[in-house]
């Protein structure tokens, strides 16, 4: 069975949109998850890379099943400072743009 696959011909391109396609669908089950769930909270990290530039990086914890899980909601750079102010701007985006709403975040 390996053989087999090792004939099997990729082009960086289908590699890449399969990446994408499957990230795209672990972050539509993570989201509703959020959804779904009666309450949730959030945890903002952000740190600057080797580069310079700043990185966001918000997790959520959530109820599912009965138990509280936590998952990586979003990551993406922050396109000016790191200020509270940029850090909400980019949180309140992927709120809206998701459809997460603000009454249901308790922390």
Do not use: H
Not at 37 to 65: G, K, M
């Amino acid at each position: 069975m390996a053989k087999q696959f090792k004939n099997i011909s990729l082009s960086d391109s289908t590699v890449k949109r399969r990446i994408d396609e499957l990230a795209d669908d672990i972050k539509q089950q993570v989201l509703e998850k959020v959804k779904c769930s009666p309450f949730f909270a959030i945890s903002c990290d952000e740190s600057t890379d080797q580069a310079n530039c700043a990185q966001l990086i918000v997790y959520a914890r959530f109820i599912a099943n009965n138990t509280i899980e936590e998952e990586l909601l979003f990551s993406e750079p922050l396109k000016t400072t790191t200020k509270g102010a940029d850090v909400f701007q980019a949180v309140s985006q992927f709120f809206e743009v998701n459809g997460l709403m603000w009454e249901k975040l308790v922390g």
